[in-house]
């Protein structure tokens, strides 16, 4: 049997290149196969298109254009297939409303 059929898939969503290469580096010590995709349409092709494919974990950066992190999240939590798959927001710092947690936009 196939070793990487075997293993966890990490998929990981940044609109950046430079940043999914840094974050694929840092799981590479992980036993786990490590999906990166530049953008949230791409990631959920990966979530609901691809069938064969289940993940157990998203890595998301949170500022991307057209669907941001907390929208691909909310999307992600809605469905049945992929409302299970823990997910992690990377992100840089940012003074955008848009992209502040939403629990935090209702503390200020």
Do not use: W
Request: with cysteine; net charge negative; charged share 20%.
């Amino acid at each position: 049997m196939d070793k990487l059929v075997d293993l966890p898939k990490i998929l990981v969503v940044d609109d950046i290149a430079a940043n999914l290469t840094a974050m694929k580096a840092v799981l590479q010590s992980l036993e786990a196969v490590v999906v990166g995709v530049h953008s949230a349409q791409e990631a959920l092709e990966q979530l609901l298109v691809c069938q064969e494919e289940d993940y157990c974990l998203l890595l998301i950066d949170v500022q991307m254009p057209m669907i941001n992190g907390y929208e691909l999240a909310e999307l992600v939590r809605n469905n049945r297939r992929t409302q299970h798959i823990p997910i992690i927001f990377v992100s840089a710092i940012s003074k955008d409303g848009r992209f502040q947690a939403p629990s935090a936009k209702s503390a200020a």
